[in-house]
Structures are given as structure tokens and as C-alpha cells.
């Protein structure tokens, strides 16, 4: 049976979508899974990834070349910009043999097969083009291999603005949070003479990287020592997660990538001033993401931690691991 399946959205949507997938593929033999992507700039980013659990991985204007393709097995359908990139431009004969009525979710799917963390079986990788990518890229970032010689923390910063996905309300405001990390971090970096590596923060943006960072990034950074910090420049998404991954500690904001790096790690992890909707969503879908299953912990999310517990938190997962 040959079945296909649009990978769409942001980033982190793109990447659980792919791991579903995998443990889908893999538990169903039977099935000969087509992958489509549904922007050319999705498509090019996650080239380098291990995605040979299907069968051809291509843009959506290529899906009419495979008549073969009896289904859809699709994530998100009632996603508007999936409708507006892919579905809109695609015929009713091949719109047929998709299932508009139900919107699987890749959180809940997840869930219910145990992929929080994932277990190797079904972890996405890098394939050796990935591999071959992943050194410029960490060159390009200026990301030293002596920087692991002593520990590492990765940040995400993921400022939400206006209503998205993840409603912005009950967020700190931005010049306070900006202060209280870079004073968290300046500590933190005396205390165990560690390493930053920034995500999301300190780029500039224009025509040339725009739609690669989706426009996210501000062009403000942290006030930390200049040696003791690298800002990644949003040079690939699937990458920089492999690199920030390698981190001692990683943090940082509510995030697609932050998931991700929870999805291959499963520890050694801070959530940092998480939107009460983001929150709200993970209890409703009983996610094991960051250990928000643990009610105390969810509960203590909610209360609206400070900068000092998360860094009190960082400095104890540094001392386990000295």
C-alpha cells in the first residue's frame, strides 16, 4: 500500500511530524510511505536528515507524478497555512484520498507510543550528507570543538508575539528577561567556567535569511562575556539542534526546538518562562515534555518561576555532571 504524508509548518511541527512517521513506517511494513514537504525551503532543510524510512522525499507539486498513492497519512490537516501552500493547488482527485475530517496531532500520537523520548529505533538522525553539512555549519557559526572541553549550556530564546499557535499572554516582558538571563547566565558562567551557545537571539534579519529563520530572531543579544558566548545564525534548523543538543545543560523558551532537543535527550533540561497557554496545552494532551506530566512541576510552571530557580536548577544538573 502506498501511502503519503505532507510535512508542513514550523520547524519543530516538521520534525515531530517526521518522527511519527518513522515509527509509523516502521510498524507498518506493509506500507510504502512518500514524504512531500510543502516549501521548497522545508524540503532543503531537512535533506539532512535520515528520512530512508520512505520511500522518496519531494515537494507537494510532485505528488500528481505518483498515481500509485492510494492515501494520506496526515498530520495537522486543518492547518491553514498546510491549505494555503499544498492543499489549495492540489486536485480533487488527489484531495480525495485524503482525510479532511480528522486532525491527527503528532503531540498525541507521541503520547500514546511512547516517543517522548525517543527510543533509538525510531530517533531521527543525520544521513551522511547531514553529517558532511553539520561541520560547516558548526564552523559557520564560529562554534569552536574546544568549547565542549569545558561545560556547555544552550539556550533557546523564543519571544512569542501577537496570537500564533501559542498565545502570547502572561509573558514577561522582554527588556526584563533579557536583564535577569544575562545576569543568570554571567553567574553561571563564573561559578562552573562554562560556555553559552545561544539560539534565536542576536541576528540580523533580511531577504537573504528570512524565510530560513522565519523571521523570529531579534537582532539583540545577551550581556554576557564575548568569549564566553556563541549565537547560533539560523543556518539550519535540524543542525543547530544537533549542535545545541551536544550542550551539558540545555534551556530555554517553549519551542518546536526545545522539544526537540527534550525528544533526544529526555533530561538535562530547563523550561524557562513558558506561556500559561503552552502549559495549558501540555496538560490537556498529557505531554512527558520537560516532565510537565509531573503535576508538581506543571504546578510550579504555572506559579511563574524566576530566572534564580531556573538558574539554581542549571546549577545542579552542572555539579551532577562535573
Given at each position: 500500500m502506498v501511502v503519503g504524508s505532507i510535512l508542513h509548518g514550523a520547524y519543530g511541527d516538521l520534525y515531530e511530524q517526521a518522527l511519527c512517521l518513522k515509527h509509523?513506517?516502521?510498524?507498518?511494513?506493509?506500507?510504502?510511505?512518500?514524504?512531500?514537504?510543502a516549501t521548497q525551503s522545508r524540503l532543503n532543510a531537512f535533506r539532512v536528515l535520515d528520512l530512508s524510512f520512505a520511500a522518496s522525499f519531494d515537494l507537494w507539486t510532485t505528488i500528481e507524478s505518483y498515481?500509485?498513492?492510494?492515501?494520506?497519512f496526515q498530520f495537522q490537516v486543518h492547518d491553514v497555512d498546510l491549505h494555503k501552500d499544498a492543499l489549495q493547488h492540489l486536485p480533487e482527485s488527489v484531495l480525495a484520498k485524503l482525510d479532511r475530517t480528522e486532525n491527527r496531532?503528532?503531540?498525541?500520537?507521541?503520547?500514546?507510543?511512547?516517543?517522548?523520548?525517543?527510543?533509538?529505533?525510531?530517533?531521527?538522525?543525520?544521513?551522511?550528507?547531514?553529517r558532511e553539512q553539520l561541520t560547516r555549519v558548526a564552523a559557520a557559526n564560529g562554534v569552536r570543538e574546544e568549547i565542549w572541553s569545558?561545560?556547555?549550556?544552550?539556550?533557546?530564546?523564543?519571544?512569542?508575539?501577537?496570537?500564533?499557535?501559542?498565545?502570547?499572554?502572561?509573558?514577561?516582558?522582554?527588556?526584563?528577561l533579557v536583564a535577569a538571563y544575562s545576569k543568570m547566565f554571567r553567574d553561571l558562567i563564573a561559578r562552573f567556567d562554562c560556555h553559552i551557545l545561544v539560539c534565536g537571539m542576536n541576528v540580523v534579519t533580511d531577504e537573504t535569511n528570512r524565510e530560513r529563520t522565519d523571521n523570529k530572531y531579534p537582532s539583540f543579544g545577551l550581556e554576557?562575556?564575548?568569549?564566553?558566548?556563541?549565537?547560533?545564525?539560523?543556518?539550519?534548523?535540524?543542525?543547530?539542534l544537533e549542535i545545541a543538543s551536544r550542550a551539558t545543560v540545555c534551556c530555554g523558551h517553549a519551542s518546536g526546538f526545545t522539544e526537540g532537543q527534550w525528544?533526544?535527550?529526555g533530561r538535562d533540561m530547563v523550561l524557562m518562562d513558558a506561556p500559561p497557554h503552552y502549559l495549558a496545552k501540555a496538560a490537556y494532551h498529557r505531554m512527558p515534555l520537560?516532565?510537565?506530566?509531573?503535576p508538581i512541576k506543571l504546578a510550579g510552571m504555572l506559579l511563574n518561576r524566576s530566572p534564580e530557580s531556573y538558574g539554581r536548577d542549571i546549577a545542579a544538573i552542572l555539579k551532577a555532571r562535573q
Open positions: 509509523y513506517a516502521i510498524t507498518n511494513p506493509g506500507v510504502e510511505l512518500r514524504l512531500f514537504a498515481p500509485d498513492l492510494q492515501s494520506f496531532l503528532p503531540w498525541r500520537y507521541m503520547r500514546d507510543h511512547k516517543l517522548i523520548p525517543a527510543p533509538e529505533r525510531y530517533a531521527l538522525e543525520l544521513n551522511s550528507y547531514g569545558r561545560p556547555t549550556i544552550s539556550f533557546l530564546w523564543r519571544y512569542r508575539k501577537g496570537q500564533g499557535a501559542i498565545s502570547s499572554r502572561g509573558q514577561k516582558p522582554e527588556a526584563e554576557l562575556p564575548a568569549d564566553r558566548v556563541t549565537y547560533m545564525q539560523g543556518l539550519s534548523w535540524p543542525l543547530e525528544i533526544k535527550r520537560f516532565g510537565l506530566n509531573n
